[in-house]
C-alpha cells in the first residue's frame, strides 16, 4: 500500500545549487572594492561557512551545521543595511537553516529561514537579476511551514511567490524547469487541500512542461519525471481512468532507471515507484504486483538513513504492504512485520508532527487485526493506548480522525475494552 501523506519529492522545490550559489557570489565578487573593509571580511565568513554547511551536507554532524549558522550569521551582521550585497548574506543564511530543516526537521529551522527569506526579498530591488531566486527560496520556506503545520495560507503564499518567481524568469533561463516544477508543486498541494480538480490540471500541465524542457542527460530529469508521475497518479485517483495509473507507473519506473543506486534521492524514486504498484495492485489483484511495491519499499527503507526526515513513512509505506499480502495470504508473520515496522515509524516521528496521529491509529489498527487473529489481552491494551494517543493530537484530517474514532468505538464496544482499560 503506498504510505499516508507521502510527499512526492523530499526536496522537490528547493533549487539552492552550488551553481546558482557561485554564479551569484561571482556577480557580488566583480563588484568588490579593495577598500570596502566590512564586506570582504564579510565574505571572508560567509566562505568558512559555506564550507562547514557543504560539510555537514556531506557528513551530517550537527556541530558542522552550528558552525555554519555561526559564521553565516557573523557575515550578515557586518553588513549594513542598505548595502547591495545584504540580500545575498541574508538568502545563504536562510539556505543553512533549510538544510537544518532537511535533516533534522526542527521547525526552528523553518521559522529562521522564513525570516531571513523574507528579509532579503524585502530589500532586494525589482529589477535585480536574482529576484526571483529569492521570490523562489521564501517560497521554498513557507511551503516547508506549510506542510508543517497546515496553515492555508503558508500554502498561498508560497503559490504566490513561486509565480512571482517564474513572471520573472526568461525562456531558456537555466533555472525555468525548476522554477516551473516548484510552481507546479504547489498547484499540487492546494488540489490535494482543496480538491479543486483545476489546480491538479495546471500543475500536471507545469510538470508536463518541465518534462519537455529537460534533457535526457540532465540530472533532474528523474525527479522531474517522479513528479510528473505523481500528477498522474493524483488524477487516476479522481477520476478513475487506466491510462493515468499506466502513464504514472511508465515514468516513475523511467525516474528509478535513470537514477544511480548511491544516489540520495534513490529511496524517493523507489518509493514512488511502491506506490505505483500499491495501487495497481488495489485495482488488478495481481500478487506480483504487491510483491514488486514491497520490494521497491523495502530498498528504500534500507537505503534511507536512520536520521532522515523521510524514513518514517517508507517504514510506513511497507508495513502496509506487509498488511495487504497478510489481509491476501494470511501469513501472519507479515502481520508482525506490519506491526513492527509500524512502530518504528512511530518512534520515529516527532511528537508535535502533523503526521504523529495518522501513524498511531494505522499502529492501532494492526494490533486489532493481531488480536482478532490471536486474541491476546494484551494487545486490546495497545489498540486502546494507541488510539486514545492519536485523538488526543490535532491532526490535518479530523474527517478521518472522526472515523477512526468511531471504529475505536464500536471495536470497543464489541470488546468491551473501555471497560477494561480505564
Not at 266 to 290: E, F, N, T
Request: one cysteine or more; aromatic letters at 8%; hydrophobic letters at 35%.
Amino acid at each position: 500500500m503506498a504510505a499516508v501523506n507521502t510527499r512526492e519529492n523530499p526536496n522537490p522545490k528547493a533549487s539552492h545549487s552550488k551553481d546558482v550559489m557561485q554564479s551569484y557570489a561571482n556577480h557580488i565578487m566583480a563588484r568588490l572594492r579593495p577598500e570596502d573593509y566590512y564586506a570582504n571580511k564579510a565574505w571572508d565568513l560567509h566562505c568558512l561557512g559555506f564550507s562547514y554547511t557543504n560539510q555537514y551536507q556531506e557528513l551530517g554532524n550537527p556541530k558542522d551545521l552550528e558552525a555554519a549558522l555561526s559564521y553565516k550569521q557573523a557575515a550578515v551582521d557586518l553588513i549594513p543595511e542598505g548595502h547591495p550585497h545584504r540580500a545575498y548574506h541574508l538568502q545563504s543564511l536562510a539556505i543553512t537553516y533549510t538544510n537544518g530543516y532537511e535533516r533534522l526537521g526542527d521547525l526552528k529551522y523553518v521559522e529562521a529561514a522564513l525570516q531571513h527569506d523574507q528579509a532579503a526579498v524585502n530589500i532586494i530591488p525589482g529589477g535585480h537579476p536574482h529576484r526571483a531566486q529569492h521570490l523562489m527560496n521564501l517560497a521554498v520556506s513557507y511551503t516547508y511551514r506549510y506542510e508543517r503545520l497546515g496553515d492555508l495560507k503558508d500554502l498561498e503564499a508560497a503559490l504566490q511567490n513561486h509565480q512571482a518567481a517564474v513572471d520573472l524568469t526568461p525562456p531558456g533561463h537555466p533555472d525555468e524547469a525548476q522554477r516551473l516544477q516548484n510552481l507546479a508543486a504547489s498547484y499540487t498541494d492546494r488540489y490535494r487541500r482543496l480538491g479543486n480538480l483545476k489546480d491538479l490540471e495546471v500543475g500536471l500541465q507545469h510538470r508536463q512542461t518541465v518534462v519537455d524542457l529537460t534533457s535526457n542527460g540532465d540530472p533532474n530529469r528523474a525527479q522531474h519525471l517522479q513528479s510528473l508521475a505523481a500528477s498522474y497518479t493524483s488524477r487516476y485517483r479522481r477520476l478513475g481512468d487506466l491510462k493515468d495509473l499506466k502513464t504514472a507507473l511508465k515514468y516513475n519506473q523511467a525516474a528509478v532507471r535513470l537514477t544511480p543506486r548511491n544516489h540520495p534521492h534513490r529511496p524517493q524514486h523507489l518509493q514512488s515507484l511502491a506506490g505505483s504498484y500499491s495501487i495497481c495492485y488495489q485495482r488488478l489483484r495481481d500478487l506480483k504486483v504487491l510483491e514488486a511495491a514491497l520490494k521497491c519499499e523495502q530498498a528504500a527503507v534500507d537505503l534511507t538513513p536512520i536520521d532522515h526526515p523521510n524514513r518514517a513513512t517508507y517504514l510506513h509505506s511497507l508495513a502496509l504492504s506487509y498488511t495487504s499480502r497478510y489481509q491476501r495470504l494470511g501469513d501472519l508473520q507479515d502481520l508482525e512485520a506490519a506491526l513492527q515496522y509500524k512502530q518504528m515509524a512511530v518512534d520515529l516521528i516527532p511528537t508535535d508532527h502533523p503526521h504523529r496521529a495518522g501513524h498511531l491509529q494505522s499502529l492501532a489498527l494492526s494490533y486489532i487485526n493481531r488480536y482478532q487473529r490471536c486474541k491476546k489481552q494484551d494487545d486490546l491494551k495497545l489498540i486502546h493506548t494507541h488510539f486514545k494517543a492519536s485523538l488526543s493530537l490535532i491532526t490535518s484530517n479530523p474527517e478521518s480522525s472522526w472515523e477512526k474514532a468511531l471504529y475505536w468505538a464500536i471495536f470497543a464496544s464489541q470488546y468491551q475494552i473501555l471497560y477494561n482499560c480505564l
